[in-house]
C-alpha cells in the first residue's frame, strides 16, 4: 500500500484527500503546517506528497523547495482555481503536477495514480543504465565493467534494484555488512564517495545516487 503525505490545513479537504485515496488503496497522513510536514517527509518515505500552497506557516512552495534539496519523490501542488501563476510556479520549482480548488476527489485519486504510473516507469528507465551480473558478483554501467568491492557492489546493487527508493544507512547496513552494529555510518559514506567517483570515471555527466541529508541514500530516477 503507497503513503501518501498530505501538507493541507483545512481539515475538510484533508479529510476529503484521505478518504478519495483510501478507496483506491492508499495511506495518507495529513500535516496542517509546512514545518510539520517537511519534519514527517524526512522521518517516512512517502511514495507522493500533496502540498497546499497556502499554508499557515510559510508557503508551500518553500516546501517544494527544502524538498527537492535532497529527494525527487513526486509532488502534487493543490492551487486557487484562480491563480495560474501558482501554478506556473510549482511546475517550475519541481512540482510533477497540480490540482486547483475546488476539485474532484475522484480527480485527485486519479492524478495521484496517474503521477505514480509516470515516476515508477522513469524508475525503470533510470536504472537501464546499470546491468548486474549476479553470477560473476558484477555491476556494469552503460555497458562498462565499474571496478567495485565486495561491499560497494553490494550497495550499488541494493541501490539499483529499487530506483528511487531511499534507503536509510541502517537499512544499508541491515542488508550488506555481516555484522551491522561492528559498522558505522561514516563507513557507508566513504564507500557511496568511492562508487561516485568510480561512476564518474566512467561517464563524467550522470551523477546517479542521491544523498538525502541526514537520511541515506537512492539512485536517481529519470525525470
Keep these: 500500500m503507497s503513503s501518501v503525505l498530505v501538507i493541507d490545513d483545512e481539515p475538510a479537504i484533508a479529510d ?20 510539520a510536514g517537511i519534519a514527517a517527509f524526512r522521518e517516512g518515505c512517502p511514495a507522493l506528497l500533496i502540498i497546499d500552497v497556502g499554508l499557515p506557516d510559510m508557503s508551500g512552495f518553500d516546501v517544494i523547495r527544502e524538498v527537492r534539496r535532497t529527494s525527487h519523490v513526486p509532488i502534487i501542488v493543490l492551487t486557487a482555481r484562480t491563480a495560474e501563476v501558482d501554478r506556473i510556479v510549482g ?3 519541481g512540482a510533477d503536477d497540480y490540482v486547483t480548488k475546488p476539485f ?14 509516470r515516476t515508477e516507469n522513469a524508475a525503470v528507465a533510470s536504472s ?25 557492489y553490494l550497495i550499488l546493487k541494493l541501490l539499483v534494484e529499487r530506483p528511487g527508493k531511499v534507503f536509510s544507512r541502517d537499512e544499508i547496513m541491515e542488508a550488506v555488512w555481516d555484522d551491522p552494529g561492528g559498522s558505522f555510518d561514516r563507513t557507508i559514506d566513504t564507500h557511496v564517495k568511492t562508487i561516485r567517483q568510480k561512476l564518474h570515471e ?12 541526514g537520511i541515506g541514500y537512492s539512485l536517481r530516477t529519470a525525470r
Excluded at 537501464?128 to 560497494?152: H, K, N, W
Excluded at 566512467?202 to 541529508?213: A, G, N, S
Aim: aromatic share 8%.
Design 128 to 152: 537501464s543504465a546499470f546491468v548486474i551480473d549476479t553470477d560473476q558478483c558484477s555491476i556494469a554501467f552503460y555497458g562498462t565493467p565499474v571496478m567495485l568491492s565486495r561491499y560497494e
Design 91 to 93: 511546475l517550475e520549482i
Design 16 to 35: 476529503t484527500i484521505v478518504f478519495a485515496l483510501s478507496q483506491e488503496g492508499f495511506t495518507a497522513v495529513v500535516h496542517g503546517t509546512g514545518a
Design 202 to 213: 566512467i561517464r563524467k555527466t550522470d551523477d546517479p545516487i542521491v544523498t538525502h541529508r
Design 104 to 117: 474532484s476527489p475522484r480527480e485527485l485519486a486519479a492524478r495521484v495514480k496517474a503521477v505514480l504510473r
